[in-house]
């Protein structure tokens, strides 16, 4: 049973492009939480999703970010016009159902660099 | 709102023992416990819900105290394999259940030899 996929795991973009990160649940897994994670710092809540469906976008910015997870296919983490501050490491987690009471594994992380 | 976890940092050698103390200034209605490794994916370690409970596994326990409203991380006889950043994740109450997590800034455990 694979883990949760992400990819790619390194990722460099100069300021102004586009970066796509994407994350691949576990098997059976229907809910998928992404963090984002500075050097020395803790986990930082951005969107909950569920799949087709955006449960809680609170910790996302406004601008330039967006998430998707359609019916088929990985979660999506958009990020447009990528400015040197996006640059961190994003994990997503997935869990069997959206419920504090479950585990949530997390993927390897996607690291991105803006030049 | 983000948990404060203590100590920031703590160095212990092997067989030692430690206690990791993750407090919230909200109600909480569930505390997540994690470990990461240096470049590498946090990895669970357990889940208290409210009602108190205490948990454990080999070495490693927690329990949740819903007055105080803070969470400790119990290690015991330690392993080289414990180091890494050890996070509490934590969901207040009336969050609506969902488990959107809310992670401390961590306590970095390095275990010597």
């Known amino acids: 049973n694979a883990g949760v996929m992400q990819n790619p795991r390194h990722l460099v973009r100069r300021r102004g492009q586009e970066a796509r990160l994407r994350c691949s649940p576990m098997?059976?897994?229907?809910?998928v939480y992404w963090y984002r994670q500075l050097p020395e710092e803790g986990l930082k809540f951005m969107v909950y999703?569920?799949?087709?469906?955006?449960?809680?976008e609170s910790g996302m910015p406004k601008e330039r970010f967006s998430a998707e997870f359609p019916k088929e296919g990985p979660s999506i983490l958009r990020i447009q016009q990528v400015v040197r501050g996006d640059s961190a490491a994003y994990f997503c987690?997935?869990?069997?159902?959206?419920?504090?009471?479950?585990?949530?594994?997390f993927g390897p992380g996607t690291r991105l660099t803006v030049l | 709102q983000q948990p404060v976890q203590s100590p920031q940092a703590v160095i212990l050698r092997e067989g030692e023992d430690a206690v990791i103390n993750c407090s919230s200034s909200?109600?909480?209605?569930?505390v997540h416990w994690y470990r990461q490794k240096h470049g590498e994916a946090p990895v669970f370690l357990m889940i208290?819900?409210?009602?108190?409970e205490q948990k454990g596994h080999d070495k490693i326990s927690a329990s949740f105290n819903e007055k105080k409203q803070q969470s400790s991380l119990y290690l015991t006889a330690s392993q080289l394999s414990y180091s890494g950043t050890y996070f509490c994740?934590?969901?207040?109450?009336?969050?609506?259940?969902?488990?959107?997590?809310?992670f401390g800034k961590g306590t970095k455990l390095s275990v010597k030899p």
């Open positions: 994740g934590t969901e207040n109450e009336g969050g609506g259940s969902q488990g959107n997590l809310i």
């Open positions: 208290l819900l409210k009602g108190g």
């Open positions: 909200k109600a909480l209605y569930s």
């Open positions: 098997k059976g897994h229907s809910h």
């Open positions: 987690a997935s869990s069997p159902s959206g419920r504090s009471y479950n585990e949530q594994f």
């Open positions: 999703l569920q799949k087709e469906n955006i449960i809680d």
